[in-house]
């Protein structure tokens, strides 16, 4: 049995790591331009989402990348929200160099969300992974793409994002509460993959297969949808920044899972991905104010 109390414990701490004193003469893009790629026909708020968390956590520019209608419902959430279409309602290969051509100036990729899972998707995802080389966070339908070529992220700065259903179509491994459990069984996967996986839950278990840290952070409130995709994007965030795939998701879910703890004070059974955003810099300015 594993100990959970000499574990490496996620706190404030690593927020030392990602918000750094910026200089007088700091300007755009000093701070990262992260790529969303989602979104399809039927779903536009996950690379929405993705989006607007990342640039409360502090990216300077998300550009996302989706399907043409999908990228004109989301232009409309917010005038922050830089969106390019795609001329499908899902994407497929087809479409691939175009949006690699999106790759280039930029310094992360958060890749999944609202995709869906359709066969043409899942191989787009899967070429796209091979062809990136940007550090990415891979989460949603991208995680049921990468079960099928799982291996294909070695040698890339890649963090994975699955939940308990989608960590098992992952790794085969279906994993139950305990955590001790889900301590040896991410370490072990990750190991495999050569890659950081964030396994979400009550505790979050996060390893690069050397190191394994848990996030404490967060509230039973925090099931709705959107949540999920809300951490992606910080994560995506800080990858953007130039911070290590393992601190950047020790970094995210401390950060998305206290704000949603800030949030579920305030709304309970109401709260939304949105509200959650919008304590993003509620936890960032506690970082600083409360010393680093």
Known sequence: MLNIDLMKIVNKNVLKQVYKKRQAWSKKYDFGHLLV???????????????????????????????????????SFKPDLIAFPIACDFFSKEFLSQVLEQTKNKSAVVIGGGMSRR??????????????????????DAIHAL?????????????????????????????????????????????????TILLKGHFDVISDGKEVAINKTGSPYMTKGGLGDTLAG????YLARGVEPFVAAQAAAFVNGRAGEIAAKKFGESLLASD?????PKVIKDFYTQGK
Do not use: M, Q, W
Request: hydrophobic share 45%.
């Open 147 to 195: 079960a099928k070529e799982k291996k294909i992220l070695k040698g890339k700065k890649a963090v994975i994002t699955p939940h308990s259903y989608e960590f098992f179509v992952l790794s085969g491994i279906k994993v139950s509460n305990d955590v001790d459990e889900r301590i040896k069984a991410v370490k072990e996967v990750a190991k495999e993959l050569e890659c």
């Open 119 to 140: 066969e043409e998707v899942l191989e787009f995802i899967l070429e796209f992974l091979k062809e990136v080389e940007l550090p990415l966070v891979v989460d949603a």
């Open 37 to 75: 790629i989602g979104g399809s026909k039927l779903y536009s708020g996950s690379p929405a989402f993705n989006a607007l968390a990342a640039l409360r956590a502090g990216v300077d520019l998300v550009t996302i990348i989706a399907p043409e209608k999908t990228a004109y419902v989301i232009r």
């Open 276 to 280: 959650l955003i919008e304590e993003i």
């Open 234 to 237: 910080i994560c995506g965030a």
